[in-house]
T-cell receptor
Framework: AQSVSQHNHHVILSEAASLELGCNYS??????LFWYVQYPGQHLQLLLK??????LVKGIKGFEAEFIKSKFSFNLRKPSVQWSDTAEYFC?????????????FGQGTTLQVKP | NAGVTQTPKFQVLKTGQSMTLQCAQD?????MYWYRQDPGMGLRLIYY???????DKGEVPNGYNVSRLNKREFSLRLESAAPSQTSVYFC?????????????FGQGTRLTVV
């Protein structure tokens, strides 16, 4: 069955700490991978995406993610978090070209950054 | 550029009442989606419309109906609301079928059924 699993449900960090959020997926065929962020009270916004090429992708606000095909993983990283990064983070996947665009989401990770 | 617009933002219903959530996008996307967000469960697809005139069930369609009114608008209807439908509902659109295109989300509707 197609699924996405996020390892960490709730992460608490101090400002300037490094962040890594785990994401593993189960999906047949080629994939498009996404990380979305939801700031308190707001809608989901795209942080970054991977669909082909360099497996290390850079997104907005200093975030990056690495696609490791052999591990079915797409972990999100940031070298130094800020208080403003407090939000919920979702990993999502859908199929390659010709897909319907339906997204399968992970459970989400709530990140709390202490000033 | 408005993107994806949902109305209403908040709603409280009594069990058994009906309501329609409205969604419109101005990005000329072919595909539109309705998701619900529940704590600890991420977002789950209720229904989607790959193109104007077509709709299909997602993961959790029971208790809902949808209408793709035209290319811009995709509404979600609860015919007889139940407490289990208390959730935050998100509409999204995308240019599906092209590799790597992302979905754009509306602001969400927070629905409480009492």
């Amino acid at each position: 069955a197609q699924s996405v699993s996020q390892h960490n449900h709730h992460v608490i960090l101090s400002e300037a700490a490094s962040l890594e959020l785990g994401c593993n997926y189960s999906y047949g065929g080629t994939v498009n991978l996404f990380w979305y962020v939801q700031y308190p009270g707001q809608h989901l916004q795209l942080l970054l995406k991977y669909f082909s090429g360099d497996p290390l992708v850079k997104g907005i606000k200093g975030f990056e993610a690495e696609f490791i095909k052999s591990k079915f993983s797409f972990n999100l990283r940031k070298p130094s978090v800020q208080w403003s990064d407090t939000a919920e983070y979702f990993c999502a996947v859908n199929g390659g070209s010709g897909n319907t665009g339906k997204l399968i989401f992970g459970q989400g990770t709530t990140l709390q950054v202490k000033p | 550029n408005a993107g994806v617009t949902q109305t209403p933002k908040f709603q409280v219903l009594k069990t058994g009442q009906s309501m329609t959530l409205q969604c419109a996008q101005d990005m000329n996307h072919n595909s539109m989606y309705w998701y619900r967000q529940d704590p600890g469960m991420g977002l789950r697809l209720i229904y989607y419309s790959a193109s104007e005139g077509t709709t299909d069930k997602g993961e959790v369609p029971n208790g809902y109906n949808v209408s793709r009114l035209n290319k811009r608008e995709f509404s979600l209807r609860l015919e007889s609301a139940a407490p289990s439908q208390t959730s935050v509902y998100f509409c999204a659109s995308s240019e599906a079928g092209q590799r790597g295109t992302e979905a754009f989300f509306g602001q969400g509707t927070r629905l409480t059924v009492v």
